[in-house]
């Protein structure tokens, strides 16, 4: 059975100097390829640069015989072996530089891939069953996940010693307790680092503040004061010292001293005496302040 060598069914519309051509009752797609001629009845034949649909095609230069209006046409098929022989020649004109020959030269092996070491030159490396798992990761997310690998921290980081006589022990911070932030150089600890996060205190009139190593502030004020005792806003564990001061005007003819008396780690007793010029002492009402420092557990 002897193979088509040319098309016409139906009918074409064409402009003069035209390169988009139209079709009814045609079926391009199946039958025509690009390097097909397109010609009519006046002998004149133009090369199909593109086939879009079954009745519109694409001209590789503009149509230049008379316009065609729902007329008759021929498109003679050139021979697919033209097509198939050219596309091979340029084939072997790609493969010809060395990339192939050169991956074609390796002693393939389990776990290795071929890469290119130069132009036309290539060589075998590694690829390990860890590699793989990483390589089939789909985004940045799982391939941390693969490697163990935490997410950028979008600062920088505190940089490890090592310049002049610095050692390159690694430093670790972390808390011991809800309430005691301790760091670690090597194996050294270094002890707690203040920090007033969840440190017991209350700041206020009356109030304190507890340290790292468990120092302890404790303070208060009276606006009247009077030989009274003074309960502590927290128990010490072992107190340590209390001082006190009494707030007046300053006078050539008096003096005030206010003292503390009778530490316990849960209070301590406030004195107050005014002493007048001749020696006459009595006990005023004038406003106070103390501070008291200890230890707690």
């Not at 799982?142 to 920088?156: D, M, Y």
């Not at 270094?190 to 109030?207: E, M, R, V």
């Not at 927290?234 to 340590?240: D, K």
């Amino acid at each position: 059975m002897a193979l088509p060598t040319y098309y016409s069914a139906g009918t074409v519309t064409v402009a003069a100097g035209g390169t988009a051509v139209t079709g009814v009752g045609t079926a391009w797609t199946s039958v025509l390829q690009p390097g097909d001629l397109f010609t009519d009845a006046s002998g004149l034949m133009v090369r199909i640069a593109s086939i879009e649909s079954d009745t519109a095609l694409t001209l590789a230069r503009a149509w230049p015989g008379a316009a065609i209006a729902g007329g008759a046409y021929e498109i003679q098929l050139t021979p697919r072996s033209v097509g198939v022989q050219e596309a091979t020649r340029q084939l072997l004109l790609m493969l010809s530089n060395g990339n192939l020959s050169s991956i074609a030269e390796l002693t393939s092996a389990a776990d290795k891939m071929p890469y290119y070491t130069g132009s036309g030159t290539a060589a075998l490396a590694t690829l390990s069953a860890f590699a793989r798992t990483l390589l089939d990761d789909p985004d940045q997310a799982t391939a941390r996940t693969t490697l163990g690998a935490q997410e950028a921290l979008g600062f920088t980081p505190v940089q490890q010693g090592g310049a002049g006589s610095m050692l390159t022990d690694k430093v670790k911070i972390g808390w011991v307790s809800s309430q005691k932030l301790t760091a670690y150089v090597g194996a050294a600890d270094i002890g707690a680092i203040w920090t007033d996060h969840l440190a017991p205190k209350n700041i206020a009139s009356l109030g304190y503040q507890k340290f790292p190593g468990g120092l302890t502030l404790q303070w208060g004020a009276l606006t009247q004061a009077q030989d009274t005792t003074i309960n502590f806003p927290v128990t010490f564990t072992q107190i340590f010292g209390v001082v006190a001061n009494a707030t007046y005007t300053a006078s050539t003819t008096e003096a005030f001293e206010a003292t503390a008396a009778s530490l316990t780690n849960t209070s301590f007793s406030l004195r107050i005496r005014q002493i007048l010029n001749g020696g006459v002492v009595q006990v005023p009402g004038l406003a106070a302040h103390w501070l008291a420092w200890g230890y707690i557990a």
